[in-house]
């Protein structure tokens, strides 16, 4: 069962009454239904973390990307820069960048057509000072340096807040590749902490009172300040339990599949077994769109999109 999955083996069975040892078509149409219908419905479903960034609208509610909201770990806003990297050899290098990736820094650069990677990974080096001296040790001309002055904690924040999962994609760097031959390159975090807020599980955050972030603009109206990801919501939220409509919609989309499988095997990919193999995945241009009598069933799980 992928971690997608909408409905369990049995759950799909219930609907193919009479079938029987066909676990892994069954299961890849499963898994295909489950990716589809959250597609459709521009959401996920089922209890997770999520770390994502949000552009401030002026308005008194930001809506977040997934609901129900079970809670609300942080909100941080005002990014400013924490981590300088520079290479000064800029006789010896020339290109030097800088990337943030889920694990670590990727450092990068190259001399006389040779390029020359290092990774700096996060469990080595738990906080920002660590990280930015793991960057001098290099040498090469590398250097690093924390940002901010002897009142500021930025040094003992933990390296792995640099990075942000993306919120679309699967993709693993979330800063970068930012120059740094001869120059800076800046990495950002979110540092401050927004006091005044209250969240509506049905998927919002409101701006509320008591108030105690005189940083934002105009805090006597209460809105979400305009900016380009300003905001860093850290937050979970989905169901502990799939509502009945979605299971009985994959279920029903699953049943469907299969039956057009029997009739016509090739709606199910056998690429990776092309003789005589088992399918292990779905093609798509089965799963353009649910089937009418099932929009029923999502409509009410849709994402509305303004």
Same mark, same amino acid.
């Given at each position: 069962?992928?971690?997608?999955?909408?409905?369990?083996?049995?759950?799909?069975? /219930?609907?193919?009454?009479?079938?029987? +040892?066909?676990?892994?078509?069954?299961?890849?149409?499963?898994?295909?239904?489950?990716?589809?219908?959250?597609?459709?419905?521009?959401?996920?479903?089922?209890?997770? $973390?999520?770390?994502?960034?949000?552009?401030?609208?002026?308005?008194?509610?930001?809506?977040?990307?997934?609901?129900?909201?079970?809670?609300?770990?942080?909100?941080?806003?005002?990014?400013?820069?924490?981590?300088?990297?520079?290479?000064?050899?800029?006789?010896? $290098?020339?290109?030097?960048?800088?990337?943030?990736? @889920?694990?670590?820094?990727?450092?990068?650069?190259?001399?006389?057509?040779?390029?020359?990677? $290092?990774?700096?990974?996060?469990?080595?080096?738990?906080?920002?000072?660590?990280?930015?001296?793991?960057?001098?040790?290099?040498?090469?001309?590398?250097?690093?340096?924390?940002?901010?002055?002897?009142?500021?904690?930025? +040094?003992?924040?933990? @390296?792995?807040?640099?990075?942000?999962?993306? @919120?679309?994609?699967?993709?693993?760097?979330?800063?970068?590749?930012?120059?740094?031959?001869?120059?800076?390159?800046?990495?950002?975090?979110?540092?401050?902490?927004? #006091?005044?807020?209250?969240?509506?599980?049905?998927?919002? /955050? /409101?701006?509320?009172?008591?108030?105690?972030?005189?940083?934002?603009?105009?805090?006597?109206?209460?809105?979400?300040?305009?900016?380009?990801? $300003?905001?860093?919501?850290?937050?979970?939220?989905?169901?502990?339990?799939?509502?009945?409509?979605?299971?009985?919609?994959?279920? @029903?989309?699953?049943?469907?599949?299969?039956?057009?499988?029997?009739?016509?095997?090739?709606?199910?990919?056998?690429?990776?077994?092309?003789?005589?193999?088992? #399918?292990?995945?779905?093609?798509?241009?089965?799963?353009?769109?649910?089937?009418?009598?099932?929009?029923?069933?999502?409509?009410?799980?849709?994402?509305?999109?303004?």
């Amino acid at each position: 069962m992928a971690a997608k999955d909408l409905i369990t083996l049995d759950r799909a069975y /219930l609907n193919l009454q009479g079938v029987t +040892g066909a676990d892994q078509v069954v299961g890849a149409l499963i898994t295909a239904v489950s990716d589809a219908i959250q597609k459709y419905c521009r959401r996920d479903f089922y209890v997770r $973390n999520y770390d994502e960034l949000y552009d401030g609208n002026g308005q008194h509610r930001l809506v977040l990307r997934q609901y129900p909201i079970q809670s609300v770990k942080s909100v941080r806003y005002r990014p400013v820069t924490v981590l300088k990297i520079i290479n000064n050899s800029t006789t010896l $290098n020339q290109q030097a960048r800088v990337a943030v990736a @889920s694990t670590g820094l990727t450092l990068s650069r190259t001399a006389s057509g040779v390029t020359t990677t $290092n990774a700096l990974a996060f469990g080595s080096y738990v906080t920002l000072t660590a990280l930015a001296n793991a960057v001098t040790a290099l040498g090469n001309g590398w250097s690093g340096q924390i940002v901010g002055d002897t009142n500021s904690d930025y +040094g003992l924040w933990s @390296s792995a807040d640099l990075y942000v999962p993306p @919120s679309f994609g699967d993709g693993t760097t979330s800063q970068g590749n930012l120059t740094a031959r001869g120059q800076f390159a800046e990495l950002k975090l979110h540092t401050y902490e927004l #006091a005044g807020y209250q969240f509506d599980p049905r998927g919002w /955050l /409101l701006r509320a009172i008591p108030y105690s972030d005189p940083e934002l603009l105009h805090p006597e109206d209460l809105i979400w300040p305009p900016g380009i990801g $300003n905001f860093r919501i850290q937050y979970t939220a989905g169901y502990t339990t799939i509502p009945e409509s979605i299971q009985e919609a994959c279920a @029903s989309w699953t049943e469907q599949l299969y039956y057009a499988y029997l009739r016509n095997p090739s709606i199910v990919s056998t690429a990776t077994a092309p003789t005589g193999g088992t #399918a292990t995945s779905v093609t798509y241009s089965a799963l353009a769109a649910p089937p009418n009598h099932l929009r029923t069933l999502l409509d009410a799980y849709r994402r509305q999109i303004v």
